[in-house]
Structure formats: C-alpha cells, structure tokens
C-alpha cells in the first residue's frame, strides 16, 4: 500500500513546492529585511538538510525499489537517523524563537516589529510541522524498541513512522524553497 501511495506523495510534495516557488517568483515578494543567519544557524540548517536527505534518500529509493529498508540502506538510514535525533533538538532550540507566530489585534499573524525577523508565515509553518513529524518519526522507532507492542502494534508504529517521514520530507522541501526565494528576492 505504502510504496503504492509513495509516487504519487513524493510528485505531489515535488508539485506543492514547484508551485510555490511560481507564485512567488511571480509575486512582487517582500522588501522587508531579514535577520543574516549566523554560523551557527548555518551549521543547523544544513545537519538538517543533510540527514533527512540520507534519510528520504535511503527509505524511500528502496521502498520503491524492493518494497521495503534493509541490508545497507538500512545501514545508512540508521546513520541518517542518529545525525537527526541529534540535530532536531538542536534545531528547536536555535529556530523556534524566530518561527514564533505573534498574535496582533488582527488575530494569528506574523510581526515585522522589532528587530528585523528571520522567516515569515509558511517558513513558519514549515518549521512547525518539521518538529511535530520529526518528534513521531523519532518516537515511533524509539517506541518500536521496547517490549510494549505486540506484531500488531508494531506494523501501526511503522505505518505511522511512513507517512510522518513522508510529512517531515515535505515539511523540509517547502521550508527549504521558502528560505531560497528570501535569498533570490533580496539579491
Ligand atoms: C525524515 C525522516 C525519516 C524518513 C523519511 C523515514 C522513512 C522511513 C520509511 C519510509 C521506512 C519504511 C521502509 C519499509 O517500509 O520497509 C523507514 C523504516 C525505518 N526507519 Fe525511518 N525515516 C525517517 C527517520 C527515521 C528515524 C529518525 C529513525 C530512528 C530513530 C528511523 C528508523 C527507521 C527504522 C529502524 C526503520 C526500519 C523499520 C522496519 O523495517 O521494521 N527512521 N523509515
């Protein structure tokens, strides 16, 4: 089922983001200034886009090609793993302030008060959801490995590590296009 619906989730994801940079290639785009990113965000950023990489890379080509992860792909899927594990807390601490949503007068909206921001409203979200997905895609691997499930439980904690790496992946691909047209709109 799972390496059935794959195809069409990876063209959707792939289609959601190609959109995306139209319209906003297409848009006039924001003036307002951003933050520089330090090294240290640098460093976070690309620990992240490196292992969920490895990570898509790993499953998902030997998903669609045998069905399912093992032998040395699962090998590299393991070492993507432990960078992600390792990194995703980083990553909350170090971006979670500037992808605060502020609530105005106006109800749920971004500021551009203060001192200049670093992401705007779907960067924001994108954030949000790479933190939830990449929590149950921890977890569910995490949960796997103690005596707590039976098979039954253990092919759901799998069926849902799937489809949260699925929404991690994308999570990563649109926040990834948001920050290159910040890059391509403020040259
Ligand atoms: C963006 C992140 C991730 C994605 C896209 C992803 C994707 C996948 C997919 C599609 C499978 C299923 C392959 C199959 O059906 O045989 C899988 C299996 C697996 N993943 Fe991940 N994964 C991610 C993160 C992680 C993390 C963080 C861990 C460890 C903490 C992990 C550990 C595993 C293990 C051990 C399996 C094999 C499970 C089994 O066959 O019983 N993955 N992953």
């Given at each position: 089922m799972y390496s059935e619906v794959l195809p069409y989730a990876l063209a959707g994801i792939l289609a959601v983001v190609g959109l995306y940079l139209i319209v906003s290639l297409a848009s006039r785009g924001s003036k307002r200034a951003r933050a520089r990113w330090t090294w240290w965000e640098v460093l976070v950023y690309l620990g992240v886009l490196g292992s969920v990489t490895v990570l898509a890379a790993t499953s998902f080509i030997e998903v669609l090609r045998v069905g399912t992860l093992h032998g040395w792909m699962l090998f590299l899927h393991m070492c993507g793993a432990g960078a992600f594990v390792a990194v995703l807390p980083l990553v909350a601490i170090t971006w979670c302030e500037p992808s605060r949503f502020c609530l105005t007068g106006t109800g749920l909206s971004v500021t551009d008060r203060g001192?200049?921001?670093r992401f705007f409203g779907v960067s924001k979200l994108m954030f949000w959801m790479l933190l939830v997905s990449g929590f149950v895609v921890t977890m569910t691997m995490i949960l796997s490995?103690?005596?707590?499930?039976?098979t039954d439980g253990l092919e759901t904690l799998l069926a849902v590590h799937r489809y949260a790496g699925l929404v991690a992946v994308a999570a990563v691909a649109l926040h990834l296009a948001t920050v290159l047209m910040q890059r391509v709109k403020l040259a």
């Open positions: 001192p200049a921001p490995m103690l005596p707590l499930f039976g």
